[in-house]
C-alpha cells in the first residue's frame, strides 16, 4: 500500500527534513506516525498524498512509482487517499450534507448516488442527524467527524490523517481512533500522524517514530513510552 525505499527530503532553502526513511505499511494495515514537533511527519505524509516530492530515493503508493507518474496522474492516485487534517476546514455556507458530497461532486457522481453514498458516510460517523446543519452549528468533535466523512465518501483504500486529533479532548480523541479501528476492520488502511504519545499508548498498533528526519523506531507501540 505505502512503501519508502531510502527516502530523503530537503526543502528549496535546505532545510532536511527526512533522512534515508524506509518502511513499508502492508494493506489492511493499521499504523501510527509520531514524533517531536518538526520531525517529519508533516512532511512524510505530504510525500504520500504528492503535494510534496522526495529529494532521493522511492515512494510507492499502491505499487505506482511517485517518481515516475505524470503530472495528469496526480488527481487519479489521490483519489485513493482519504486525507484528514488536525481541522477539517468546512465550507461554511454549505450544509455538512453539502460538504460531504463535495469530493463526490467534483468527481461526477449522479445526485441518487451522491446522496446515497454521502447517507451512508455520515452513518458511519454518527452524524445523519445533522446532515442539514451548517458547520458552525456543529461542536469541534462533530466537525471532525464531517471531515472524516468526507475523507472517506468517495470509500478510498487509504486513510492518512495529520494530527487529527489535535484539537479535540483526550475523550474525543479516542472516540475519533475507535471510528479509525471501524474503517481500518473494513478493510482500510490507516495511517495516523501523531504527537499524542497518551493516546498511542492506549492502543496496541504499529508505530513508527520519526526523530529530525530519521525513522528511530517501527514496531509495536512498547517502544512510544520511550521518548523521542
Ligand atoms: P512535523 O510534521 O513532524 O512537525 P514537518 O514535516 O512539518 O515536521 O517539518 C520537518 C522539518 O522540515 C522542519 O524542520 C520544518 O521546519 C521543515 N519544513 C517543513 N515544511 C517546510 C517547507 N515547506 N519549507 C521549508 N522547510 C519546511
Ligand atoms: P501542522 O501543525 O499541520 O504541521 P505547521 O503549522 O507546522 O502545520 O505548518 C503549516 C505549513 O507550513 C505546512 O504546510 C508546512 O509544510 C509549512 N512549514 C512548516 N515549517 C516550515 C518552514 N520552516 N518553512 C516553510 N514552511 C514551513
Do not use: C
Request: aromatic fraction near 6%; proline fraction near 4%.
Amino acid at each position: 500500500m505505502i512503501k519508502f525505499d531510502q527516502v530523503s527530503k530537503t526543502y528549496p532553502g535546505g532545510q532536511l527534513a527526512l533522512s534515508k526513511v524506509s518502511f513499508h505499511i502492508e494493506p489492511g494495515e493499521m499504523a501510527f506516525l509520531t514524533g517531536h514537533s518538526g520531525a517529519g511527519k508533516s512532511t512524510l505524509l505530504k510525500l504520500i498524498s504528492i503535494m510534496e516530492r522526495p529529494s532521493v530515493g522511492k515512494v510507492l503508493i499502491n505499487g505506482h512509482d511517485l517518481n515516475q507518474i505524470k503530472r495528469r496522474q496526480i488527481a487519479f492516485i489521490r483519489r485513493d487517499i482519504g486525507m484528514i487534517f488536525q481541522s477539517p476546514h468546512l465550507l461554511d455556507s454549505k450544509t455538512v450534507f453539502d460538504n460531504v458530497a463535495l469530493p463526490l461532486i467534483i468527481e461526477g457522481y449522479t445526485r441518487k448516488e451522491t446522496s446515497k453514498r454521502v447517507a451512508a458516510a455520515l452513518e458511519m460517523v454518527g452524524l445523519r442527524d445533522k446532515a442539514r446543519s451548517l458547520p458552525m452549528m456543529l461542536s469541534g468533535g462533530e466537525a471532525q467527524r464531517v471531515g472524516i466523512a468526507r475523507a472517506v465518501v468517495n470509500k478510498p483504500p487509504l486513510l492518512l490523517a495529520d494530527e487529527p486529533t489535535g484539537n479535540l479532548d483526550p475523550k474525543l480523541s479516542m472516540e475519533i481512533i475507535r471510528l479509525f479501528e471501524d474503517f481500518n476492520q473494513a478493510g482500510v488502511s490507516v495511517f495516523v500522524a501523531t504527537h499524542d504519545l497518551g493516546l498511542i499508548a492506549r492502543m496496541k498498533y504499529r508505530t513508527l517514530t520519526l526523530r529530525n528526519g530519521q525513522m528511530i523506531t517501527d514496531g509495536l507501540n512498547d517502544a512510544a513510552g520511550e521518548g523521542w
